[in-house]
């Protein structure tokens, strides 16, 4: 069955920085783009990064544009983000997504200021 396991997730200081992991199991994961989504409290799920099944291609939201960075590693069934300069509005549980409408099961991510 498919699995997606996010990892990485924790309280940090604003200005610090995180790396999400999101291990993959149950199905071929190189062929699929894969995304990272969160979630605020009160907020509706919004898209963060999105990355191609090579890894050829990135998208961001225009909030964490410059400051984030997905990446993926297809022989390891993983994909990650990198969270640097963190803010207090980056506070969200963060999914990973597959192209199939898999979610993970989310990872905290608390800044604080």
């Known amino acids: 069955q498919v699995q997606l396991v996010e990892s990485g997730g924790g309280l940090v200081h604003a200005g610090g920085s995180l790396r999400l992991s999101c291990a993959a199991s149950g199905f071929t994961f190189s062929t699929y783009v894969m995304s990272w989504y969160r979630q605020a409290p009160g907020k509706e799920r919004e898209v963060v990064a999105v990355?191609?099944?090579?890894?050829?291609?990135?998208n961001y939201a225009d909030s964490v544009r410059g400051r984030f960075t997905i990446s993926r590693d297809n022989a390891k069934n993983t994909v990650y983000l990198q969270m640097n300069s963190l803010k207090s509005e980056d506070t969200a549980v963060y999914y990973c997504?597959?192209?199939?409408?898999?979610w993970g099961q989310g990872t905290q991510v608390t800044v604080s200021s």
């Open positions: 997504a597959n192209g199939l409408g898999y």
């Open positions: 990355i191609s099944s090579a890894g050829t291609t990135t």
